[in-house]
C-alpha cells in the first residue's frame, strides 16, 4: 500500500509540472511562448477585431518585403507578444502562396506559435531522431516604421508540423524583443490545443521539449487564454 500511495505521489508531481491547480498552461510552458500568430485577410479587420475582443490596439511591425505580408503587434509579456499578419497592401502580391495560409483565410484565426530557442541547428537535428522535421534553419528580417531594422533565425515558419500545433523555433540573438515595443495591456496566461490525433501530437511535443497540453478535438486548434481590459479572454 504504502508503494501505491508513493507512486501516486509522483505521478500527482509530474501532473503539477505540466499544469497548475486551475489546469492552466505552466509557467515553465509560457517562457518558451516567443510570440502566437494570429493570421488575418484583412489587416486593419484583425486589428480592429482584437481591439473589440481585448480592448487594446496593436501597434504597426512593419513589412516583410517580398513576402507581401505585413503585421501589427500586441506585447503579451516582457519577451512574448501578439503578431497579427495578413497581406500588405503596398506590397504586390507574391507569385507564392502567402504563409500561415493568409490567401485561403476567410475571417482572422490563432493558427500557429513560435516557441523561443537557441543553438536551432540542434534542435531540427534533435527533432529528427523523433522523426519531427522541422525544417531548415532560415534567416529573417524586418524594417520598424521607426526605422529600426531587427533580424532573427528560425526554423521554416511555412514548415506545418501536426497542423502548426507543433511550433516552429525562433532566435532573436542580437536583435530587441518585439514585445518591448509592442502596444501593452495585456498578458498570456493559457494556452492549450486540440487536435483529431491528440495523443500523436502531445507525443511530438512532449520529445521536443514543450509540454503544451493536448484535447482531443474535432479540428486542430490552439486556444489561448488573455487578461486583458475586457477580463479574461480566449483566442482562438
Known amino acids: 500500500m504504502n508503494s501505491r500511495i508513493r507512486n501516486l505521489a509522483f ?3 509530474i501532473f503539477c509540472l505540466v499544469t497548475n491547480s486551475n489546469g492552466q498552461a505552466s509557467a515553465d510552458l ?3 511562448v516567443d510570440h502566437l500568430v494570429y493570421a488575418t485577410p484583412d489587416v486593419k479587420n484583425g486589428v480592429e477585431k482584437l481591439h473589440e475582443l481585448l480592448g487594446v490596439t496593436a501597434s504597426p511591425g512593419g513589412q516583410h518585403l517580398g513576402a507581401g505580408t505585413c503585421n501589427w503587434l500586441l506585447s503579451l ?3 512574448t507578444y501578439l503578431e497579427i499578419i495578413g497581406p500588405d497592401l503596398e506590397q504586390p502580391k507574391p507569385d507564392f502562396p502567402r504563409i500561415f495560409g493568409i490567401d485561403e483565410l476567410k475571417a482572422p484565426k490563432l493558427v500557429a506559435w513560435a516557441a523561443n530557442g537557441k543553438e536551432l541547428e540542434k534542435i531540427v537535428t534533435d527533432a529528427e531522431q523523433h ?4 525544417g531548415k534553419v532560415l534567416a529573417g528580417g524586418r524594417k520598424r516604421p521607426d526605422g529600426t531594422v531587427l533580424s532573427w533565425h528560425y526554423t521554416h515558419p511555412g514548415k506545418v508540423v501536426a497542423d502548426r500545433i507543433v511550433p516552429f523555433f525562433i532566435d532573436w540573438g542580437q536583435s530587441q524583443h518585439p514585445s518591448s515595443s509592442a502596444t501593452k495591456g495585456a498578458s498570456l496566461v493559457d494556452l492549450r490545443a486540440e487536435h483529431p490525433e491528440a495523443a500523436r501530437v502531445q507525443k511530438m511535443l512532449s520529445d521536443l521539449g514543450l509540454n503544451l497540453s ?3 478535438g474535432p479540428e486542430p486548434a490552439l486556444i489561448a487564454t488573455i487578461d486583458c ?5 480566449e483566442l482562438r
Open 77 to 79: 509579456g516582457p519577451s
Open 30 to 32: 509560457l517562457a518558451r
Open 11 to 13: 505521478l500527482a508531481a
Open 131 to 134: 522523426r519531427i522535421m522541422l
Open 214 to 216: 493536448v484535447q482531443q
Open 229 to 233: 481590459p475586457k477580463g479574461r479572454v
